[in-house]
């Protein structure tokens, strides 16, 4: 008997068939969707198989009707260019199922084989499988299946083991990346696990929601450190994505080992502390432990967490709970609904102008609109952000069919813009060219840690022993009606917070109960009115950092995440501030800085703007409402020179610059910067005075970040000299802090 297995995915020729991975936990696999111009049917996928005996083959495919009873995406199998039997994907099941195609004829050597789509409405197929033993029928179950699959494949199934890693970040996504960041540049081996074929989780390119945070509402109040070097990176080269902006960050870290298309399955967890996690393939489906002392669960959903059994919540707080104000007076299980993108900051669809009216007729099975939506149309190309499902649709098990649902919603959308919208007009040259499949989440499981942020905290600006940065987005609270919130609106609430910005403590990034896992995404420690505000990019980047670095700590005392709060908070905020990140109130008073002695002066300094140059020894990394750096003075131009002099003769290694990157800029995430960054250094040399004369020990040359570390062998010195040669624009120097290690 001669058995094949084909899996979708490894299809040679994809034709319109697209990709799809983001439901493996779910369904099992990944699988080709038929997915390029909405209505009409995608070209065919193709790829060739090889049988050895001559004779009748039957052939199977692994499918789903995916919105029972229309069956949108249908299909059939071409073998060498003639269609087998039957049309696929509309039988009345609504899982995952085992369709027959057919019976063919086959001599032995190679033939083609072809999936033809038939109605460009997302056709799907998982797999297939060719028999020329006819009383084999594949199981639906997936432990069955799988083992066909091994079997006819000739591979194993046993699971193989990755390695040990000092740290593993499993989520690769805003919040994971400045983890695993962070922790290499503290000199750890970090595994960065994503579930996707890239990096960037939504801030990816099929993700495409851009990096806001505190900065985008309060004037002044962009984050620091890593993620404030994303969007540098972002802005600076102009064809770069954030995605490729984050890529760019990662593969300079040779301390980081990533791993794509690998999704969390399991964790072994004994006594509270997991000890490895198990992954999956989102393509071969070949399993792999991988352990480390600490783990971060960065995957938004929580599944390191749910799997090593963290305590954890989901949905909305009665008000009881915390008193919040705005909470609702029982409780439930209610998320906020995500949206479907593509890359473009595409949502739902794309559309183009074709110059001269175009009909469109819904489909049945897409969803009907009211005529009064109570929504105004912004994007003529695309949709807003508030086109979503109601939030008792369970895109964390059902993500599938929530996604689906989002389709169904996007094409009702575009046909209530073309024929029932008062202002119709202006959508009548539009047709649909593109259908968003990615769903990008807003909310789902939070991990319990050892303090719950909340509502009450933010609106009381409660103080925090253990802040490790801010929190300022407003308290943005979809509607749970989605789309069909009527004359409510589309939010739920929707205020912003005060200023300056609410603390986020160190003990909402870490499980109550499981000893060894951090927690760096929109599954931390959050109410889900908490969650309006910290579920966006920069903020959870900054819960990234400071996650990496207390894993640093956490190596180098030999203790678990909870200890860095009970013994070493001030040392965490200490490294946190070094390496650039802001926490308000808390000042850099690093022992080991000698810059923090040194008699600091310059060859000019702004008189009027007071920016004198021992600011930059005065713990504060950036300026608030008085000015903290030294600015040089324009009417003289550059090069200008700031010297700072030590008490003693001192052997030194490394010197520290953090320039100025306009952090008062008004800007959102997509939206271009409004002005050109004026005082950014750009170009310097960094001198030591050696016997009596100034040796140069390191330059910056083309720089566009804030943080600049000059190393060098152990020198012998008392004084620094830092020239600025260039900047970003006008010819001004501008420094925020130096430190000397």
Same mark, same amino acid.
């Given at each position: 008997?001669?058995?094949?297995?084909?899996?979708?995915?490894?299809?040679?020729? *994809?034709?319109?068939?697209?990709?799809?991975?983001?439901?493996?936990?779910?369904?099992?696999?990944?699988?080709?969707?038929?997915?390029?111009?909405?209505?009409?049917?995608?070209?065919?996928?193709?790829?060739?198989?090889?049988?050895?005996?001559?004779?009748?083959?039957?052939?199977?495919?692994?499918?789903? #009707?995916?919105?029972?009873?229309?069956?949108?995406?249908?299909?059939?199998?071409?073998?060498?260019?003639?269609?087998?039997?039957? !049309?696929?994907?509309?039988?009345?099941?609504?899982?995952?199922?085992?369709?027959?195609?057919?019976?063919?004829?086959?001599?032995?050597?190679?033939?083609?084989?072809?999936?033809?789509? *038939?109605?460009?409405?997302?056709?799907?197929?998982? @797999?297939?499988?060719?028999?020329?033993?006819?009383?084999?029928?594949?199981?639906?179950?997936?432990?069955?299946?799988?083992?066909?699959?091994?079997?006819?494949?000739?591979?194993?199934?046993?699971?193989?083991?990755?390695?040990?890693?000092?740290?593993?970040?499993?989520? @690769?996504?805003?919040?994971?990346?400045?983890?695993?960041?962070?922790?290499?540049?503290?000199?750890?081996?970090?595994?960065?696990?994503?579930?996707?074929?890239?990096?960037?989780?939504?801030?990816?390119?099929?993700?495409?929601?851009?990096?806001?945070?505190?900065?985008?509402?309060?004037?002044?109040?962009?984050? !620091?450190?890593?993620?404030?070097?994303?969007?540098?990176?972002?802005?600076?080269?102009?064809?770069? !994505?954030?995605?490729?902006?984050?890529?760019?960050?990662?593969?300079?870290?040779? #301390?980081?080992?990533?791993?794509?298309?690998?999704?969390?399955?399991?964790?072994?967890?004994?006594?509270?502390?997991?000890?490895?996690?198990?992954?999956?393939? @989102?393509?071969?489906?070949?399993?792999?432990?991988?352990?480390?002392?600490?783990?971060?669960?960065?995957?938004?959903?929580?599944?390191?967490?749910?799997?090593?059994?963290?305590?954890?919540?989901?949905?909305?707080?009665?008000?009881?709970?915390?008193?919040?104000?705005?909470?609702?007076?029982?409780?439930?299980?209610?998320?906020?609904?995500?949206?479907?993108?593509?890359?473009?900051?595409?949502?739902?669809?794309?559309?183009?102008?074709?110059?001269?009216?175009?009909?469109?007729?819904?489909?049945?099975?897409?969803?009907?609109?009211?005529?009064?939506?109570?929504?105004?149309?912004?994007?003529?190309?695309?949709?807003?952000?508030?086109?979503?499902?109601?939030?008792?649709?369970?895109?964390?098990?059902?993500?599938?069919?929530?996604?689906?649902?989002?389709?169904?919603?996007?094409?009702?959308?575009?046909?209530?813009?073309?024929?029932?919208?008062?202002?119709?007009?202006?959508?009548?040259?539009?047709?649909?060219?593109?259908?968003?499949?990615?769903?990008?989440?807003?909310?789902?499981?939070?991990?319990?840690?050892?303090?719950?942020?909340?509502?009450?905290?933010?609106?009381?600006?409660?103080?925090?022993?253990?802040?490790?940065?801010?929190?300022?987005?407003?308290?943005?609270?979809?509607?749970?009606?989605?789309?069909?919130?009527?004359?409510?609106?589309?939010?739920?609430?929707?205020?912003?917070?005060?200023?300056?910005?609410?603390?986020?403590?160190?003990?909402?990034?870490?499980?109550?109960?499981?000893?060894?896992?951090?927690?760096?995404?929109?599954?931390?420690?959050?109410?889900?009115?908490?969650?309006?505000?910290?579920?966006?990019?920069?903020?959870?980047?900054?819960?990234?950092?400071?996650?990496?670095?207390?894993?640093?700590?956490?190596?180098?005392?030999?203790?678990?995440?909870?200890?860095?709060?009970?013994?070493?908070?001030?040392?965490?905020?200490?490294?946190?501030?070094?390496?650039?990140?802001?926490?308000?109130?808390?000042?850099?008073?690093?022992?080991?800085?000698?810059?923090?002695?040194?008699?600091?002066?310059?060859?000019?300094?702004?008189?009027?703007?007071?920016?004198?140059?021992?600011?930059?020894?005065?713990?504060?990394?950036?300026?608030?409402?008085?000015?903290?750096?030294?600015?040089?003075?324009?009417?003289?131009?550059?090069?200008?020179?700031?010297?700072?002099?030590?008490?003693?003769?001192?052997?030194?290694?490394?010197?520290?610059?953090?320039?100025?990157?306009?952090?008062?800029?008004?800007?959102?995430?997509?939206?271009?910067?409004?002005?050109?960054?004026?005082?950014?250094?750009?170009?310097?040399?960094?001198?030591?005075?050696?016997?009596? *004369?100034?040796?140069?020990?390191?330059?910056?040359?083309?720089?566009?970040?804030?943080?600049? *570390?000059?190393?060098?062998?152990?020198?012998?010195?008392?004084?620094?000299?830092?020239?600025?040669?260039?900047?970003?624009?006008?010819?001004?120097?501008?420094?925020?802090?130096?430190?000397?290690?």
């Amino acid at each position: 008997m001669e058995n094949i297995w084909i899996d979708a995915v490894e299809f040679n020729e *994809k034709g319109g068939w697209k990709k799809e991975s983001q439901f493996v936990r779910e369904m099992g696999s990944s699988y080709l969707v038929a997915n390029d111009v909405p209505g009409t049917p995608a070209s065919d996928a193709e790829t060739e198989f090889t049988v050895t005996e001559e004779g009748w083959y039957r052939i199977f495919a692994r499918t789903k #009707n995916w919105k029972y009873p229309e069956a949108p995406g249908q299909f059939t199998v071409k073998v060498d260019g003639e269609e087998t039997a039957h !049309t696929l994907g509309k039988m009345p099941v609504l899982y995952w199922y085992w369709d027959l195609a057919g019976d063919v004829y086959l001599k032995s050597g190679k033939h083609k084989i072809a999936l033809s789509d *038939k109605t460009g409405w997302l056709s799907r197929c998982a @797999a297939i499988i060719i028999t020329n033993d006819f009383d084999y029928t594949p199981s639906p179950e997936e432990k069955r299946w799988q083992k066909d699959r091994a079997e006819m494949k000739g591979i194993s199934l046993k699971t193989k083991d990755y390695g040990s890693f000092d740290f593993a970040v499993v989520g @690769a996504g805003p919040g994971g990346i400045p983890a695993a960041i962070s922790a290499a540049r503290h000199g750890l081996s970090v595994a960065l696990i994503s579930g996707r074929p890239t990096i960037g989780g939504n801030a990816s390119d099929e993700g495409s929601i851009g990096l806001d945070g505190a900065g985008s509402h309060i004037k002044g109040y962009h984050e !620091t450190g890593i993620a404030n070097e994303i969007k540098r990176v972002y802005e600076e080269f102009p064809d770069f !994505t954030y995605q490729t902006a984050l890529e760019y960050l990662v593969e300079k870290e040779k #301390n980081i080992t990533v791993f794509l298309n690998e999704i969390c399955i399991d964790a072994d967890c004994e006594n509270g502390i997991i000890e490895n996690i198990t992954l999956v393939n @989102a393509e071969t489906l070949e399993r792999h432990t991988l352990s480390a002392p600490y783990f971060c669960d960065s995957t938004g959903d929580g599944w390191v967490g749910y799997f090593a059994g963290a305590k954890y919540r989901v949905g909305r707080e009665a008000k009881h709970e915390y008193g919040e104000k705005f909470a609702h007076d029982a409780p439930d299980l209610l998320t906020m609904s995500g949206c479907n993108c593509a890359p473009g900051v595409i949502r739902n669809f794309a559309a183009e102008d074709t110059g001269s009216p175009v009909e469109f007729v819904a489909p049945d099975w897409a969803i009907k609109f009211p005529k009064e939506l109570h929504r105004t149309p912004k994007y003529k190309h695309t949709t807003e952000w508030w086109l979503e499902n109601s939030n008792d649709y369970d895109d964390l098990w059902d993500s599938e069919f929530t996604r689906d649902a989002m389709v169904r919603l996007g094409i009702g959308y575009f046909d209530w813009r073309k024929n029932l919208y008062a202002e119709k007009e202006i959508f009548a040259n539009y047709r649909l060219t593109e259908l968003a499949l990615h769903l990008s989440k807003r909310e789902n499981r939070r991990i319990i840690g050892d303090y719950v942020l909340s509502q009450k905290d933010y609106t009381e600006q409660t103080e925090f022993p253990d802040a490790i940065g801010y929190h300022g987005w407003g308290i943005d609270i979809h509607h749970v009606k989605g789309i069909f919130s009527g004359a409510e609106g589309e939010f739920d609430r929707d205020k912003g917070v005060g200023v300056p910005p609410s603390p986020i403590p160190y003990r909402c990034l870490y499980s109550v109960n499981i000893r060894n896992l951090f927690t760096a995404s929109r599954c931390s420690s959050f109410t889900h009115m908490a969650l309006g505000s910290t579920r966006v990019e920069s903020t959870l980047a900054l819960c990234g950092q400071a996650v990496g670095a207390a894993a640093y700590l956490c190596k180098k005392y030999e203790v678990l995440p909870r200890d860095i709060y009970l013994s070493h908070i001030k040392e965490l905020q200490q490294t946190l501030i070094c390496d650039d990140q802001t926490i308000l109130g808390v000042k850099g008073e690093d022992g080991a800085d000698k810059a923090k002695c040194a008699t600091v002066t310059a060859t000019s300094f702004d008189k009027e703007e007071k920016a004198y140059p021992e600011n930059v020894i005065n713990g504060e990394i950036r300026s608030f409402e008085k000015n903290n750096a030294w600015i040089s003075d324009k009417a003289k131009g550059l090069p200008q020179s700031i010297t700072l002099e030590m008490p003693k003769v001192e052997e030194i290694s490394e010197i520290h610059i953090t320039a100025d990157t306009d952090l008062t800029l008004p800007r959102h995430s997509y939206w271009p910067v409004e002005v050109p960054f004026l005082h950014t250094l750009k170009d310097a040399d960094v001198e030591i005075l050696k016997d009596g *004369k100034w040796k140069k020990v390191g330059e910056i040359r083309g720089n566009f970040i804030r943080k600049n *570390k000059i190393t060098f062998t152990p020198e012998v010195t008392k004084a620094v000299r830092i020239t600025v040669l260039s900047s970003s624009g006008e010819d001004v120097a501008k420094i925020n802090e130096i430190r000397i290690y």
